[in-house]
């Protein structure tokens, strides 16, 4: 059975919580990737960014409906949610924009059980993970390959 350790590109872009908005951008165009594994000093995952978090930071800023009675502002939405657009719309860094809960594999992980996880949960790009570490990456269009190999 072929595992993910067999299909994965092991040479992996990855960026910091420190890298600008901007040079996120320029490695995305670059390398013609949907995403980046974020990873702190050591090489350890602690979260992925992708190219939906860099476009949301050009869409309108949905400000939530607010009732005011007497002295106090209840909000009818969620000020959290509202509280996290915010960090993304005017987001500066990585840190301000990735999502640090991820789906990862590792190289044991057979294929068919990856491609069933990035079916069922709309993933198009899995870190793979020995222990926290970052060994590689694999992606739909390495599942494909295998097709034709």
Known sequence: MLTVGEIMTKEVITVKKATTIRELAALITKHRIGSAPVVDDQGNLIGIVTESDLIE???????????????????????????????????????????????????????????????????HTLPVVAGNKLVGIVSRIDLIKTMIT
Not at 62 to 90: A, C, G, N, Q, R
Request: net charge negative.
């Open 57 to 123: 930071q050009d869409k309108s800023l949905h400000i939530p409906t607010v009732i005011s009675l007497f002295d106090w502002v209840i909000y009818l939405e969620s000020d959290k949610k509202f509280e996290k657009e915010l960090k993304k719309v005017t987001g500066q860094t990585v840190a301000d924009i990735y999502t640090e809960q991820v789906e990862t594999v590792t190289p044991t992980t057979p294929v068919n059980e990856v491609a069933d996880l990035m079916s069922r949960k709309k993933i």
